[in-house]
């Protein structure tokens, strides 16, 4: 093989300091110029997940060491054709809790919720009625392939919510259940997380994208 080709088929990628989700975004770069080998360092273990999951699904093979004072180096090697999978949307997540569960094909029912209020007024009320909204989603059909929590209504996967045990029987029914991990950090409840996984907004924003419907409490 020509050394020089092959050099200007690989690249270094720093993501330490980046916030989520702009190692992923980095390493998408890296890959999509014809990039064969790339090697990314990154300086959490939520973006090394995040890395590692989008690659394989862009049918990457993934090696990687660390933590080495702080860093994680992972090597990426392209297949034949590294690309996403058409039948598979990226999925990652924004903190090292994260599940490492696919989550469904894309081009069927969302659920989004982006408060922890269901409608105008009381603000206990609109908690009490939000909750029992998710506790009827399953008694509605189809049921929906993805439910999205972002801004408050992070709050359904924490512990004080009582619509867990209805996110863990809908979970259990094949419904992904995902959080915002940006979300979660302002609000001080990553680690109150019960239920579900963490992910992006670039994630979000991917899943309503190949949505074949959107279905938001007003």
């Given at each position: ?8 088929k ?79 949307p ?68 924490a ?21 915002c ?21 670039y ?9 074949a ?6």
């Amino acid at each position: 093989m020509n050394w020089m080709f092959w050099k200007k088929k690989t690249a270094r990628v720093d993501c330490c300091g980046l916030s989520c989700p702009q190692p992923v975004l980095a390493v998408k770069d890296a890959l999509e110029a014809g990039n064969r080998l790339v090697e990314v360092v990154v300086d959490n273990e939520a973006a090394k997940n995040n890395v590692t999951r989008f690659a394989q699904d862009r049918n990457c093979t993934v090696t990687g060491s660390g933590p080495e004072t702080g860093c994680w180096t992972l090597m990426l090697k392209a297949g034949r054709v590294c690309r996403r999978k058409q039948a598979a949307p990226e999925h990652y997540s924004c903190a090292s809790a994260a599940s490492t569960a696919s989550i469904g094909s894309g081009g069927g029912l969302v659920y989004v919720i982006s408060s922890s209020s269901m409608g105008q007024g009381s603000d206990d009320l609109g908690w009490a009625l939000l909750q029992t909204y998710v506790q009827t989603i399953h008694k509605i059909t189809p049921l929906p392939e993805n439910i999205l929590l972002y801004n408050e209504g992070v709050r359904l996967v924490a512990e004080e919510s009582g619509a867990l045990k209805a996110l863990e029987q809908l979970q259990e029914q094949g419904v992904e259940v995902l959080a915002c991990g940006t979300c979660l950090n302002f609000y001080e409840l990553t680690f109150a997380l019960k239920v579900g996984r963490i992910t992006d907004m670039y994630e979000i924003m991917s899943t309503v994208n190949n949505a074949a419907k959107v279905v938001s409490p007003s």
